[in-house]
């Protein structure tokens, strides 16, 4: 089943007599359980594409829809209670409110749809305990590593069961050993606690973590590779150096 689906997505930035076109004309399926990498040079379209996925920008022209929904015809309110429900957001460099402890960090997308502090406070630590900092819950984020607070950016969305979570460069700000537990991670997420996830990533390593990459240069898609297992990073690094997207 098809959980996403974007058909001629475009995007570009600015007016007059200098626009920039970051995304021209793709078209991209993600499966319901499918863990999705895109890969590609700084400048290929990544990131806007990740967040005309998660309804965080909206397209020049072109449509997505999750599931039956169609994001571009959402009005904000209805967007943004989507957005709570359904989607899940890691990003590179945690967002993570640093006067709250990890626990509070993680309920806050309960709180905001209405849930009552103990009960988001509850399944905020169980989310905790899924990534493994059962016992950090009450640190504050300065208390905590660059890899312990990834972890709690991705308890925090997995708190609320969405179908799909968006991670970008969720393991760029992070030393290898540290990346390497948040990729686990976010494959847990699809084979045992049944997640969808689409990751922005430069590094091989990571990407082979994925069920398929898909391949950007100049805003557009030039190629895409399934993986059967763990894929090899040094097949991904020379399809990358024959694609001439590093």
Request: overall charge neutral; proline content about 4%; some cysteine.
């Amino acid at each position: 089943m098809i959980l996403i689906r974007a058909e001629g997505l475009t995007k570009t930035y600015g007016d007059g007599g200098h626009p920039v076109r970051a995304l021209c004309q793709v078209s991209l399926s993600v499966a319901a359980g499918e863990f999705l990498a895109i890969m590609g040079p700084s400048g290929s379209g990544k990131s806007t594409l990740l967040y005309l996925l998660g309804g965080l920008d909206r397209p020049t022209s072109g449509t997505v829809h999750l599931r039956d929904a169609d994001l571009a015809a959402l009005g904000d309110e209805a967007l943004s209670r989507l957005r709570r429900k359904e989607l899940g957001f890691v990003f590179q460099f945690f967002n993570l409110l640093p006067v709250l402890a990890a626990r509070e960090n993680v309920a806050i997308p309960l709180i905001l749809d209405g849930a009552k502090r103990a009960t988001a406070l509850e399944r905020a630590d169980a989310a905790l305990e899924k990534v493994g900092l059962a016992e950090r819950g009450g640190h504050l984020p300065a208390q905590l590593s660059g890899g312990e607070q990834q972890r709690v950016a991705l308890a925090r969305a997995l708190v609320t069961d969405p179908a799909l979570i968006l991670a970008d460069k969720p393991t760029g700000n992070l030393d290898s050993q540290s990346g390497d537990e948040v990729v686990q991670l976010l494959r847990r997420a699809v084979d045992d606690w049944g997640r969808t996830i689409v990751m922005v990533t430069h590094d091989p390593r990571i990407a082979a973590h994925a069920d398929r990459i898909v391949f950007l240069k100049d805003g557009q898609i030039v190629d895409e590779s399934r993986l059967t297992g763990q894929g090899n990073a040094d097949d991904i690094r020379a399809q990358l150096g024959r694609l001439k997207v590093e």
